[in-house]
């Protein structure tokens, strides 16, 4: 398998700016997450999943980021408008209930910085 | 609302070393616990996972505990390597009633030197 997959893997935007990151989660995974990471505030949960449903989104910062997973292959993060605190890395994981133990795979995640 | 410290938070050791990482969480109330490791610019690689109703678990050098009761979890590395330097977390998932959320700890980052 080729594992979570996301891109774009580096995005440089201006303030004000539509971003939208994508992830394909490891097929056959029902569950999937959007997290973020900084120095300050570690790693943080915004949003996830669960067969294509929005279970748990309190950790979205506010209205201008939503999530949405169209089917079980692909979901998307998008930030309007991007202000430079969203600056951080995205990550998106999935896992699978049952005998794993939702035991969470990462993507390599999406390096977002907004100037 | 569960809580999850690892201290030390920055660790240094010669190569050749073992050496445990430790964790430990305020709600002994999990369903399993998850160790990582991640390298810098990286995503996070899972490397053992520990149900609740185990002691421990092995993959190669590493070995995890879990201490339920106690709250506390060890990942001991044996023998440790230079490519053993990353950053180190544990996540606790709270049951399974909550899906898979997990709770992360800070971290801690670990440098072998040769």
């Known amino acids: 398998d080729a594992g979570v997959i996301q891109s774009p893997r580096h995005e440089v935007t201006e303030m004000g700016q539509e971003v939208t990151l994508r992830c394909k989660p490891i097929s056959g995974h029902d569950y999937l997450f959007w997290y973020r990471q900084t120095m300050m505030r570690g790693l943080e949960l915004l949003i996830y999943f669960n067969n294509n449903v929005p279970i748990d989104d309190s950790g979205m910062p506010e209205d201008r980021f939503s999530a949405k997973m169209p089917n079980a292959s692909f979901s998307t993060l998008k930030i309007q408008p991007s202000e430079p605190r969203d600056s951080a890395v995205y990550f998106c994981?999935?896992?699978?209930?049952?005998?794993?133990?939702?035991?969470?795979?990462f993507g390599p995640g999406t390096r977002l910085t907004v100037t | 609302k569960q809580e999850v410290t690892q201290i030390p938070a920055a660790l240094s050791v010669p190569e050749g070393e073992n050496l445990v990482l430790n964790c430990s969480f305020t709600d002994s109330a999990i369903y399993n616990l998850q160790w990582f490791r991640q390298d810098p610019g990286k995503g996070l690689t899972s490397l053992l996972l520990?149900?609740?109703?185990?002691r421990e678990q092995t993959s190669g050098r590493l070995n995890a505990s879990l201490d339920k009761s106690s709250g506390r979890s060890t990942l001991y590395i044996a023998a440790s390597q230079p490519g053993d330097s990353a950053t180190y977390l544990c996540a606790v998932r709270p049951g399974e009633t909550s899906g898979s959320r997990l709770t992360f700890g800070e971290g801690t980052q670990l440098t072998v030197n040769p």
């Open positions: 520990i149900q609740s109703s185990q």
């Open positions: 994981a999935s896992s699978l209930r049952g005998g794993g133990g939702y035991e969470q795979y």
